[in-house]
């Protein structure tokens, strides 16, 4: 039987807590959430028809970037791996690159870059929850938003003076990243996804 939550919990308590839950829960205020309710997958047709898409872009994320930190001293993560946002808050990324020295740990050590695909539904909402608890996280350089069912991502680069957003929109675009060298096409994370053909 699975152990019910307490009211509140430490990000120390609730990873402890959710190794043992049958569904993925990030930690808001103290407070266990579902995952699939804050990527807006709500009832049995969001589920057999939004999944999909989203766990395929990020496979393609997480493949494209293992493969170029194949040697490099940062990893790259799926969503089991936790990220300490804020005290009471922690959340699963759909991708994550710690730069930490591997150890066995339920949250990245050193977060350097996370992504999140979006759906529809909660672009807006859910980048400005998401943005409010990443921005804190003093190791993270880069924060990812790039949407479900169109070959367009939102970049958020940390600099000297703060955070500066780029847009990067169509399959011919080239996503950045902190790390020497490493860049993924947006033709890489879209591949193999039926898109939404653009407004005429």
């Known amino acids: 039987m699975l152990a019910k939550a307490p009211d509140r919990m ?3 308590e609730f990873l402890d807590w959710e190794q043992h839950q049958n569904e993925k829960h990030e930690l808001i205020d103290g407070r266990p959430v ?8 709500v009832g ?6 939004g999944t999909t898409f989203h766990d395929h872009i990020a496979g393609n994320v997480y493949l494209g970037l293992r493969s170029r930190l194949r040697g490099h001293p ?15 808050r922690t959340r699963y990324p759909d991708v994550s690159v710690d730069c930490a020295p591997l150890v066995r740990a339920l949250a990245a050590q050193q977060p350097r870059v996370v992504f999140e695909v979006l759906s529809a539904s909660n672009l807006l909402s859910d980048q400005l929850a998401l943005l409010d608890d990443y921005f804190g996280v003093d190791t993270l ?7 479900k069912d169109r070959p367009i991502g939102v970049t958020w680069k940390r ?4 955070w500066h957003r780029e847009r990067l ?4 675009a080239i996503l950045e990243l902190p790390m020497r060298g ?13 898109l939404e053909s653009p407004p005429a």
């Open 182 to 194: 490493v860049s993924l096409p947006l033709t890489e994370i879209y591949d193999g996804v039926p």
């Open 74 to 88: 940062c990893r790259a993560h799926r969503s089991d791996l936790a990220v300490r946002v804020a005290v009471g």
């Open 141 to 147: 350089r880069q924060i990812v938003f790039v949407e």
């Open 10 to 12: 430490t990000a120390e």
């Open 44 to 49: 049995p047709q969001a589920m057999a028809g």
């Open 34 to 41: 579902l995952r699939a309710i804050r990527k807006g997958w």
């Open 159 to 162: 600099h000297e003076a703060g």
């Open 169 to 172: 929109e169509g399959l011919e």
